[in-house]
């Protein structure tokens, strides 16, 4: 564009500078959070029959779903309409307006769920408690403070979890212990939560120059207008990651939906290394599109879009490349009983899907600020029902195989239409040289070293774990040698930056 401003590169630098910042934070505590989850996961299945720890993850996957639908998409209306508010008064009511039929939704779902499933009863308690966690620490990320979100969701509920159920492994406690103390996490992050919201509700608003706000109040019909499908989007996009596990406990068996979730833990890492992105690049799309001219505002998205899809791609594909080289040394870690080759396949598939998934970039949270949030909604509910129904087909002709290769194909159309109709709308694409660079990166750096490792020699659990800790190293250098053609140089403090 001819008529962009002279001071553009630093519009991208200072917005890219930001999310760097944030994402730094939010990723150390995902890898953290990713790290409890793993191990709490090999407790279990080291500690515990397969069949009452089936029963453990299908029920803590339910209660995942049930926490989704009870948000209502707030998290994201908040996001959008936060930065939007002029008034620290119209931020309370707007938090207020928020929390009411969230845990009113929280009380009725857990109640439900108690009556409909025994297995249930001994977890739906906290529903309430930590649909008051999440909606508080989304309240705090719309106000683009992302610290004491990490340290409570990312930190501390996952230490917590993993603590009380290894003592409830231990003591040899009976399996719904289990759910007991992984639920009992949540009243320490609600306290800590609510907490932290009242102070920074408390604190005066830093206006920034520029910047486009209402000054007036959001009314429940905009809010909920614009919520409501992100509330059912959300439903259905936390249903495409955890409905699997339980079809496959019902259609198949427990112990089944053991080995499932062993074979595709994996997902959460490169999972919460993306979302480390695109949670801090959420309001940050927020303020880029309320600042300057369409020109301008154009021009800087594409920048920060393209950039932060790379940053993703070398942040999660590795780790989906070292499970994809060696997928038997990968499941080796939570036993014999875990290494069949139905849980090799779905840990491949599982793989491959999301490599596509997180090169098409922070597609779906473009969109979503940008006022598209019924055609995120209509992405998620078709991915739902690829999902459904493609276990519902396969699962008993193939299998766990069969549910891993309806997530794999939900995931991919999901992102193929939100790619598309951002192309359509704004013209960005998540493509481009900067992006086969990040790619190329982690493929011949990561993934091919291992595969010929396990193609030459084959790998054990722990020659596995070393050899991924040895072209990580590699990897780390080569990511340093491009730093600036990769944009990397951005998560350095300036004096670093200068000096190098």
Do not use: K
Not at 27 to 54: E, M, N, Q
């Amino acid at each position: 564009m001819t008529d962009q401003p002279a001071d553009l590169p630093d519009l991208e630098a200072r917005h890219l500078r930001a999310v760097a910042r944030g994402s730094t934070a939010t990723l150390a505590g995902a890898v953290l959070s990713t790290v409890a989850g793993f191990g709490l996961v090999l407790v279990v299945t080291r500690g515990v029959d397969p069949d009452p720890a089936g029963r453990f993850f299908a029920v803590s996957a339910l209660f995942v779903v049930a926490l989704a639908a009870a948000g209502l998409g707030t998290d994201t209306g908040l996001a959008r309409f936060v930065l939007r508010t002029a008034s620290p008064a119209a931020v309370r009511r707007l938090v207020v307006m928020a929390a009411v039929p969230v845990l009113a939704t929280a009380v009725v779902l857990a109640l439900a769920l108690a009556a409909w499933w025994p297995d249930a009863r001994w977890l739906v308690w906290a529903l309430p408690f930590a649909a008051a966690s999440d909606l508080c620490l989304a309240a705090l990320q719309a106000h683009a403070t992302f610290r004491v979100a990490v340290l409570v969701d990312r930190v501390l509920r996952p230490a917590t979890q993993i603590v009380l159920v290894s003592a409830v492994v231990v003591a040899g406690l009976p399996g719904a212990a289990l759910a007991v103390a992984w639920g009992a996490a949540y009243l320490l992050s609600a306290l800590l939560a609510v907490r932290a919201l009242r102070a920074v509700l408390r604190t005066p608003r830093v206006s920034t120059p520029g910047r486009q706000v209402t000054g007036e109040d959001v009314t429940a019909r905009g809010f909920w207008a614009f919520t409501w499908p992100r509330g059912v989007a959300r439903i259905a996009q936390v249903g495409v990651q955890r409905i699997d596990i339980v079809l496959v406990a019902w259609l198949l068996s427990p112990a089944d939906a053991a080995v499932y979730t062993v074979a595709t833990r994996f997902v959460v890492f490169g999972q919460l290394a993306n979302q480390a992105v695109s949670t801090v690049v959420q309001p940050r799309f927020t303020l880029i599109l309320t600042d300057g001219d369409t020109g301008s505002r154009r021009a800087v998205l594409g920048r920060v879009f393209g950039v932060t899809t790379c940053w993703s791609v070398l942040l999660a594909w590795p780790v989906y490349l070292c499970v994809a080289a060696a997928p038997a040394a990968y499941l080796g870690w939570f036993g014999p009983a875990y290494t069949t080759t139905d849980a090799r396949t779905v840990a491949l598939v599982m793989a491959g899907g999301m490599l596509v998934a997180v090169a098409s970039g922070p597609v779906d949270t473009l969109l979503l600020m940008t006022g598209r949030s019924t055609r995120s909604l209509a992405n998620t509910l078709i991915a739902l029902v690829i999902d459904v129904v493609g276990c519902l087909l396969l699962v008993p002709r193939m299998g766990i195989a069969g549910a891993a290769l309806a997530w794999a194909v939900a995931v991919v159309v999901r992102c193929t239409l939100a790619v598309l109709q951002v192309r359509g709308d704004i013209g960005l694409l998540p493509g481009g040289r900067a992006l086969l660079l990040a790619a190329a990166v982690p493929l011949t750096c990561v993934g091919l070293p291992l595969a010929l490792l396990q193609l030459v020699g084959g790998l054990s659990p722990l020659t596995w774990l070393l050899a991924a800790a040895l072209v990580a190293l590699g990897y780390a250098v080569v990511v340093w040698r491009l730093r600036t053609r990769l944009a990397v140089d951005l998560f350095l403090p300036r004096r670093e930056l200068v000096a190098a």
